[in-house]
T-cell receptor, first 119, second 114 residues
Framework: NAGVTQTPKFRVLKTGQSMTLLCAQD?????MYWYRQDPGMGLRLIHY???????AKGEVPDGYNVSRLKKQNFLLGLESAAPSQTSVYFC??????????????????FGPGTRLTVL | AQKITQTQPGMFVQEKEAVTLDCTYD???????LFWYKQPSSGEMIFLIY??????QNATEGRYSLNFQKARKSANLVISASQLGDSAMYFC???????????FGKGTKLSVIP
């Protein structure tokens, strides 16, 4: 099992360029997430998906779009990159959110991250 | 928006000693538990431990344990017998709005001294 993989690992863009980050998981997870991490900050949720064909906005969705055409893949798109989008991007997946009982939780499994620089 | 407070931006601990990392959170929905993750300098996010909100006993996983005080909305991570490999960022993450999301604190950077 590869777990959660992200492509690419590094990317440098110029302001205004577009790109797509690919996240793939082989654990048959229903839920998938995109986060960004900036220096001195924890992870902030950009968008998430609770199943194939569904997406929803997280805490910081502006400037990003996502698609979940296949259960195993979750794509994050930047249509017109800006320097403020320079960050490390993490994808994660899970069966379900943790509920009150320990026996029913499932943690989020994270990919290795993509370091994006926008000049 | 939910507020998570990790009051210790950085901490030092002597190897083989125990250390406690603080986390308090502000959520109106107390039906869901809380996660702790570790992020070493290599960058990956590693799941450490989970505490269910209805679990009567504090969670333990090897050298990691939680001091969970539901009424005070705090879930402090205790690492016993610190090792050099424990040097990393540690993030507390209770569920956010809608229960699907995790909301992360800003983290505590732990440095283990030989």
């Amino acid at each position: 099992n590869a777990g959660v993989t992200q492509t690419p690992k590094f990317r440098v863009l110029k302001t205004g360029q577009s790109m797509t980050l690919l996240c793939a998981q082989d654990m048959n997870h229903e839920y998938m997430y995109w986060y960004r991490q900036d220096p001195g900050m924890g992870l902030r949720l950009i968008h998430y998906s609770v199943g194939e064909g569904t997406t929803a906005k997280g805490e910081v969705p502006d400037g990003y779009n996502v698609s979940r055409l296949k259960k195993q893949n979750f794509l994050l798109g930047l249509e017109s990159a800006a320097p403020s989008q320079t960050s490390v991007y993490f994808c994660a997946s899970s069966y379900e959110m943790g509920s009150g009982s320990r026996s029913s939780y499932n943690e989020q499994f994270f990919g290795p991250g993509t370091r994006l620089t926008v000049l | 928006a939910q507020k998570i407070t990790q009051t210790q931006p950085g901490m030092f601990v002597q190897e083989k000693e125990a250390v406690t990392l603080d986390c308090t959170y502000d959520t109106s929905d107390q039906s869901y538990g809380l996660f702790w993750y570790k992020q070493p300098s290599s960058g990956e996010m590693i799941f450490l431990i989970y505490q269910g909100s209805y679990d009567e006993q504090n969670a333990t996983e090897g050298r990691y344990s939680l001091n969970f005080q539901k009424a005070r909305k705090s879930a402090n991570l205790v690492i016993s017998a610190s090792q050099l490999g424990d040097s990393a960022m540690y993030f507390c993450a209770p569920p956010g709005a809608g229960s699907y999301q995790l909301t992360f604190g800003k983290g505590t950077k732990l440095s283990v001294i030989p």
